[in-house]
């Protein structure tokens, strides 16, 4: 079995990618809240579901991670 490899399994890369993805996402929740609205990613696959929730809860980012089935 292959694992994939999502760019949104964040302790799996290097911090400058953390930091990249920390960025967007603090930019998002940043507009968002100006308008009083909330963000919503979704991702594909449970891991990284669950590696985002536990980064946004960390870095207090307040983005809600939500798994998407195709």
């Known amino acids: ?3 994939k ?3 949104y399994h ?4 290097p911090p400058v990618l953390r ?3 920390l960025n ?3 930019d998002q929740a940043a507009v968002a809240k100006k308008y ?4 919503e990613w979704l991702v594909s696959d449970e891991k ?3 590696h985002l929730t536990r980064f946004f809860t960390e870095e207090k980012v ?6 998407f089935t195709e």
């Open 1 to 3: 079995i292959v694992e």
């Open 48 to 50: 990284a579901v669950d």
């Open 36 to 39: 009083g609205l909330k963000v």
């Open 19 to 21: 930091t990249n993805i």
């Open 5 to 7: 490899s999502s760019i």
């Open 10 to 13: 964040v302790y799996d890369k």
């Open 24 to 26: 967007e996402a603090k």
């Open 62 to 67: 307040e983005i809600i991670v939500k798994l």
